[in-house]
């Protein structure tokens, strides 16, 4: 059976130009996902494929000087968004080097039939080797089995283009009669629309399953402060309450109230609001044991688990937060330094009484409140 080359080209241009449109429909910027340079990718790609359909019909400055920098184009779009997606500074002279380098040795060997066609096919091989680099050297930090369609569609790109020099070299092809119906051109058109499907599926699969990593983090984690939220604070208290009654050990719960945060906001700005909430976090995270749970509870309170803890033992942990906190000192946006203080309650479980989570939390609440209506910037347990 004979494919027919320029109908393979055109097949070609078509998947090209539904997966730019599909693509380019899910992009957006903001995101900074590398999609919007994947997306753009598919338009230098669609215009080599149409430049090549048309060899011989137009000028070879056209159809091959352009055609060949725009396909070797498609790879630094691709490299960018992927060094976007993967948040490393684009290395700019080694994406874009190859597609000048193209564009002047194509034209340095215009006129030579047996050198020109090889050039393309090497600089499309190192770079979907360098790509393939870029994707293997990062696959611990990327989530998701999207990276190994990507994998897999450059080593085939690599491949196809070293199979064509080969087969140029011996004598079985002539790559200049690039929509000739020979069997070396059509496999290369199979290989090429099946590779630029895997890449395209393997770069949209990349965005979701981060995207997805993303969404399940944020649900369990407050996005201001880094910390647990509500919600996964309430699941990990539920846990270390029925692993204290099993191994009958303490447990300590304290809740941690910023005193005047309101002042705060309203003298200082809402960001500096903010950042005096970053500062709490972060001041807590460092005092804590690696096994105590901390995470924000609502506007300027957080919580603290403390397994293994007794009244005594969390007690002297709550006058150290306190204490800290009363000495930090922090800038506000305006330079004007701000100086804070904070209450907190306190609750150790009662393994006799049979305390239910939100027994826990309701008394650590209410020693809140009493440490409040005490005079601030003390610590009360109930």
């Known amino acids: 059976m004979t494919l027919h080359t320029p109908t393979l080209l055109l097949v070609c241009l078509m998947i090209t130009i539904t997966l730019g449109i599909s693509m380019g429909l899910v992009a957006r910027r903001e995101r900074r ?34 055609g060949n920098a725009l396909l070797v184009s498609v790879l630094a779009l691709f490299a960018e968004g992927l060094c ?67 994998m897999v569609g450059l080593v085939l790109v690599a491949l196809a283009m070293l ?48 995207a997805d990593a993303l969404n399940r983090t944020l649900a369990l984690q407050d996005e201001l402060t880094g910390l647990h939220n509500r919600r996964a604070i309430l699941k990990l208290l539920e846990q270390q309450l029925a692993l204290a009654r099993r191994h009958e050990h303490p447990l300590a719960l304290l809740i941690v109230d910023i005193d005047h945060f309101k002042r705060i906001n309203d003298d200082y700005g809402h960001l500096s609001g903010d950042q005096a909430l970053r500062v709490m976090a972060a001041g807590l995270q460092r005092r804590l044991r690696t096994q105590d749970i901390v995470g924000r509870w609502g506007g300027e309170e957080f ?15 709550a006058e150290t937060l306190r204490r800290s906190a009363e000495q930090a000192e922090l800038a506000a946006l ?39 209506l005490k005079g601030r910037n003390r610590v009360e347990d109930l």
């Open 303 to 317: 919580i603290v688990i403390l397994p293994g803890t007794a009244a005594a033992g969390a007690r002297t942990l």
């Open 84 to 150: 976007e997606f993967q948040q490393r500074p684009p290395k700019r002279w080694l994406i874009w080097g190859p597609v000048i380098a193209t564009l002047l040795l194509i034209a340095l060997f215009l006129d030579n039939m047996n050198v020109r066609p090889l050039l393309s096919n090497v600089v499309l091989a190192i770079q979907s080797l360098m790509m393939l680099g870029f994707v293997y050297s990062r696959r611990q930090q990327t989530v998701g089995r999207g990276q190994y369609f990507l």
């Open 334 to 372: 305006d330079g004007r330094l701000i100086r804070f203080t904070i209450s907190i309650g306190l609750h150790a479980l009662d393994l006799a009484g049979g305390n239910e989570r939100e027994d826990m939390i309701a008394a650590a609440d209410r020693a809140r409140y009493l440490a409040k």
């Open 33 to 66: 996902d590398g999609m919007v340079w994947w997306a753009w990718a598919m338009v230098p790609l669609a215009m080599a494929l149409l430049l090549f359909s048309l060899r011989g019909q137009i000028s070879d400055w056209l159809s091959v000087i352009l």
């Open 163 to 210: 199979l064509r020099l080969a087969a140029a070299v011996l004598g079985a092809v002539d790559l200049n009669q690039v929509t000739s119906s020979h069997a070396a051109h059509a496999v290369s058109m199979l290989v090429f629309m099946q590779t630029i499907i895997l890449i395209t599926m393997g770069l949209i699969l990349m965005s979701k399953e981060r």
